[in-house]
């Protein structure tokens, strides 16, 4: 069992910049794919992005690419996406879950967080 919990959601204006965090429980953490997605109200929750066990592969949805990066530390079992130029669209509950492989479903993945809310103000 992989426990995840993410940190860092807040408020920031539109064109600003935010930073979300997943911790996870797992001492084989770098064994993981490790993924976000997010769900607005009234919203299905979509894909946002991914990235390998090793860190060497990242994926991204064509709607945050060039502007989200996903890393991860696995020294510290903790994946990261920092957000730039943020749109009032990006307003969501921000996921992140662990899988085996890259996948860009969620259903795919075993394991999720809580979330943790990210609003735009315009």
């Known amino acids: 069992q992989v426990h995840l919990v993410e940190s860092g959601g807040g408020l920031v204006q539109a064109g600003g910049s935010l930073t979300v965090a997943c911790a996870a429980s797992?001492?084989?953490?770098?064994?993981?794919?490790m993924g976000w997605f997010r769900q607005a109200p009234g919203k299905e929750r979509e894909f946002v992005a991914a990235?390998?066990?090793?860190?060497?592969?990242?994926v991204y949805a064509n709607s945050v690419k060039g502007r989200f990066t996903i890393s991860r530390d696995n020294a510290k079992n903790t994946v990261y996406l920092q957000m730039n130029s943020l749109k009032p669209e990006d307003t969501a509950l921000y996921y992140c879950?662990?899988?085996?492989?890259?996948?860009?479903?969620?259903?795919?993945?075993?394991?999720w967080g809580q979330g943790t809310q990210v609003t735009v103000s315009s």
């Open positions: 879950a662990a899988n085996s492989i890259v996948r860009t479903t969620g259903r795919s993945y075993d394991y």
């Open positions: 797992e001492r084989r953490f770098s064994s993981y794919a």
């Open positions: 990235i390998s066990g090793s860190g060497g592969y990242t």
